[in-house]
């Protein structure tokens, strides 16, 4: 996986990356979270949004077996 075009837009950037797997990339690229933005491919994006959404199952899971915090007054 590799850098291969970096371009300053504003306060922002666009990199464009070569790499060998698309499933790979989007687990790399989803540890930024919410500060990315995936512009294209359409696949990577629906990559992206599988594995958040199995992130997002386990977490409720997980939610339904933890005690949860008791609100102070």
Known sequence: ???????ELGDEMELQFMCPSLMGFARWVIM????ATILYPEKLRQDVYTI?????????????????PSASV
């Open 32 to 35: 930024f979270g919410d500060i």
């Open 1 to 7: 996986m590799g850098l291969i075009r970096e371009t």
């Open 52 to 68: 958040a959404a199995g992130v997002q199952g386990k977490i409720e899971a997980a939610s339904d077996t933890l005690e949860q």
